[in-house]
């Protein structure tokens, strides 16, 4: 048989002979061997892979919780307590689960800050971007529905708060909200929807993080200069150098999160969720998963309704306002590449988009802390603030900035960034 | 082949029309799987609650089971109705009703709600003696603080609407029939 133009040629003759009928060896080579990548990617390139490592331990830790679960909301709660105590190893099971969703949205939030801080949203890596993004909120959505499973207080009030949001819609809210509930509350059929679409959804997340990687390696990397690699001289096989990097980094993440898996399964965990639902009685506070604060701050931020001046018809009720903020603040990422009109990628060379990105962070920061705690006082006005803050810089800083900032002067490749003189 | 004069052929014609039957197929198909998500006809089937009021006191508040929902029944003392209707001209209010249209005529002492806030479904505060009320003596909800008042109407906070009353009748001067 003769090999196809594009292929290469093995030493070892059944890896020949199979790389002759189905070209996956010279596909692997190509795109995880010899793949040119920026000399000066730092450690922030490797979440990606810290990110995808952590899925599959998420799909594998699931598969065998899966076989000791029950949905039904008589016995959800204590299938997952005989998990705890009878099964073998269903501690480890559960715990690396529960925790590894935390660890999953840390890796995923470096990632998306790596590319806000590198530009690397921007020309040619768009679509690449906007990926991601849905990557994001399929994985929200995935671990939304995973905390309903054990049927706990937190499991039960927090589908009940979060399904209702649809509510805010006009005209369909109710009829969608029924239609998600599948009855008039959250119960059984809410439960069996919700692990059927928690089993699938992260394999529907595998196959978009296969187009992710695809769209990444059509583009390249970007890099801490964001200036694209313009010969040989700037890059380096991913093999063996990047692989022994993201080793180094993965082992040092995984070391991380297994102390906590081992020494502080709980730390992340509230205590509301080990008692079993009662859909008679709201806990006296109900706090969604750390990784879901500052959204959640965002949509309780919202308590005004807005009028049509001069009458009392309310054109946006608060409601309405919190949910379309909440979601509108995932969707402004999505927008981001276009929003963004400065012509320089990193922000090493932009002083002021520079500090711009910290105020954000330290806002994010503030939303976490904000939804953290009970609704009201004067905390409120503080996540109002940093609401605030969150869209200015993204509607107002970001597309300005372009045209206003001076920027610092751009090395003009790779090879001449001066960190990168060896 | 016969073809017009800007070039559109028979064949673009039928690409088009095959592509429409197709995705009308799918749409069709969809319309079961979709379907399928709605409450089923056991969870539709209708209950009904009936509540006997008799040994619910003056001032007290208890809190039934009606489609799996809590009901809330306040039982408010005649003062009590007179200072709710005298205290804010409801037509001010965010949700504008009377107290007089949330309860049954001749039984205005009873308070009959669906216990859900109708901002995110928590279930407000207030039905428990020592529960916190919030400002307008009515019920908290702590979730994202709405407030409503001892009608049950949103004076406060996130929550769009008054808390709903459910169809419900008078069967007895003390036994009401929800649903
Ligand atoms: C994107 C990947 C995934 C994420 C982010 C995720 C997230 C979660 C979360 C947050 C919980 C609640 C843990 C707890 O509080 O106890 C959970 C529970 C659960 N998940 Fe997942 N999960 C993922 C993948 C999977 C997969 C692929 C399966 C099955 C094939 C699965 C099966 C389960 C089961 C059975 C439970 C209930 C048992 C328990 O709570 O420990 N998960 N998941
Ligand atoms: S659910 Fe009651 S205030 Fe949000």
């Known amino acids: 048989m003769s090999r196809p133009a594009n292929t290469q040629k093995f030493d070892n003759c059944l890896i020949q002979w199979i790389d002759e009928r189905l070209p996956i060896f010279t596909m692997l080579?190509?795109?995880?061997?010899?793949?040119?990548?920026?000399?000066?990617?730092?450690?922030?390139?490797?979440?990606?892979?810290?990110?995808?490592?952590?899925?599959?331990?998420m799909i594998v830790t699931g598969v065998f919780l899966a076989m000791n679960y029950t949905p039904n909301t008589a016995l959800a709660f204590d299938s997952v307590q005989r998990t705890m105590r009878d099964v073998n190893y269903g501690w480890l099971l559960r715990y690396v689960h529960m925790n590894g969703a935390s660890f999953f949205f840390i890796a995923v939030y470096i990632h998306i800050f790596r590319g806000l801080y590198y530009g690397s949203y921007k020309s040619p890596r768009e679509l690449l971007w906007i990926v991601g993004v849905v990557i994001l909120i399929l994985m929200m959505a995935t671990a939304f529905m995973g905390y309903a499973l054990p049927w706990s207080q937190m499991s039960g009030w927090g589908a009940t708060v979060i399904t209702s949001l649809f509510s805010a819609i006009?005209?369909?809210?109710?009829?969608?909200?029924?239609?998600?509930?599948?009855?008039?509350?959250?119960?059984?059929?809410?439960?069996?929807?919700?692990?059927?679409?928690?089993?699938?959804?992260?394999?529907?997340?595998?196959?978009?993080?296969?187009?992710?990687?695809?769209?990444?390696?059509?583009?390249?990397?970007n890099n801490p200069t964001g200036v694209e690699p313009k010969s040989e001289k700037d890059t380096l096989p991913f093999h063996p150098y990047f692989t022994v990097k993201d080793s180094y980094a993965l082992v040092t993440f995984m070391t991380i999160f297994l102390s906590v898996v081992f020494f502080a399964p709980l730390a992340l965990t509230e205590p509301d969720h080990f008692k079993h639902f009662n859909p008679m009685q709201t806990p006296p506070e109900i706090v969604p998963e750390w990784y879901f604060l500052p959204f959640y701050a965002i949509l309780r931020s919202f308590t005004h309704d807005i009028y049509i001046p001069f009458t009392d018809i309310i054109i946006l009720p608060a409601k309405l306002q919190g949910v379309m903020g909440m979601f509108g603040s995932l969707l402004l990422l999505m927008v981001l590449p276009w929003l963004d009109t400065s012509k320089v990628k990193s922000a090493r060379y932009r002083?002021?988009?520079?500090?711009?990105?910290?105020?954000?962070?330290?806002?994010?920061?503030?939303?976490?802390?904000?939804?953290?705690?009970?609704?009201?006082?004067?905390?409120?006005?503080?996540?109002?603030?940093?609401?605030?803050?969150?869209?200015?810089?993204?509607?107002?800083?970001?597309?300005?900035?372009?045209?206003?900032?001076?920027?610092?002067?751009?090395?003009?490749?790779?090879?001449?960034?001066?960190?990168?003189?060896? | 082949?016969?073809?017009?004069?800007?070039?559109?052929?028979?064949?673009?014609?039928?690409?088009?029309?095959?592509?429409?039957?197709?995705?009308?197929?799918?749409?069709?198909?969809?319309?079961?799987?979709?379907?399928?998500?709605?409450?089923?006809?056991?969870?539709?089937?209708?209950?009904?609650?009936?509540?006997?009021?008799?040994?619910?006191?003056?001032?007290?508040?208890?809190?039934?089971?009606?489609?799996?929902?809590?009901?809330?029944?306040?039982?408010?003392?005649?003062?009590?109705?007179?200072e709710v209707r005298a205290e804010v001209d409801w037509h001010t209010l965010r949700d504008p009703q009377s107290d007089a249209s949330r309860v049954k005529e001749g039984h205005d002492q009873w308070l009959v709600m669906i216990g859900i806030c109708t901002h995110l479904g928590c279930i407000p505060k207030g039905s428990k003696q020592g529960d916190p009320r919030g400002e307008f003596g009515g019920w908290f909800c702590p979730c994202h603080g709405s407030e409503y008042d001892r009608s049950g109407r949103i004076r406060k906070g996130p929550a769009p609407r008054n808390l709903e009353v459910p169809p419900y009748k008078f069967v007895s001067d003390t036994l009401i029939r929800i649903g």
């Open chain 1, 29 to 57: 080579t190509k795109e995880y061997g010899v793949f040119p990548m920026p000399k000066n990617a730092n450690y922030l390139w490797s979440f990606g892979g810290i990110a995808l490592t952590m899925l599959i331990i």
């Open chain 1, 170 to 221: 006009p005209v369909i809210g109710d009829g969608l909200v029924t239609w998600l509930w599948g009855g008039f509350s959250v119960a059984n059929p809410t439960l069996n929807r919700f692990f059927s679409l928690h089993f699938l959804l992260p394999f529907v997340i595998l196959g978009v993080v296969f187009i992710h990687v695809w769209a990444l390696h059509v583009t390249g990397s």
């Open chain 1, 351 to 422: 002083p002021v988009y520079k500090w711009c990105l910290l105020l954000l962070l330290v806002s994010l920061c503030v939303l976490g802390y904000v939804g953290s705690q009970p609704a009201g006082g004067s905390l409120a006005v503080v996540g109002q603030v940093a609401t605030a803050y969150y869209f200015l810089h993204f509607i107002v800083l970001v597309p300005v900035l372009g045209f206003v900032e001076k920027t610092c002067p751009v090395p003009a490749s790779i090879s001449d960034d001066p960190c990168c003189k060896h």
């Open chain 2, 1 to 82: 082949m016969g073809s017009t004069k800007d070039g559109a052929t028979r064949r673009d014609f039928l690409y088009l029309t095959a592509g429409a039957m197709g995705a009308v197929a799918v749409g069709t198909a969809a319309v079961p799987l979709v379907s399928s998500m709605n409450p089923a006809a056991d969870t539709l089937a209708l209950s009904t609650a009936e509540v006997d009021l008799s040994h619910i006191e003056v001032g007290q508040r208890v809190v039934a089971v009606w489609r799996g929902k809590p009901i809330f029944i306040d039982h408010r003392s005649a003062e009590e109705v007179k």
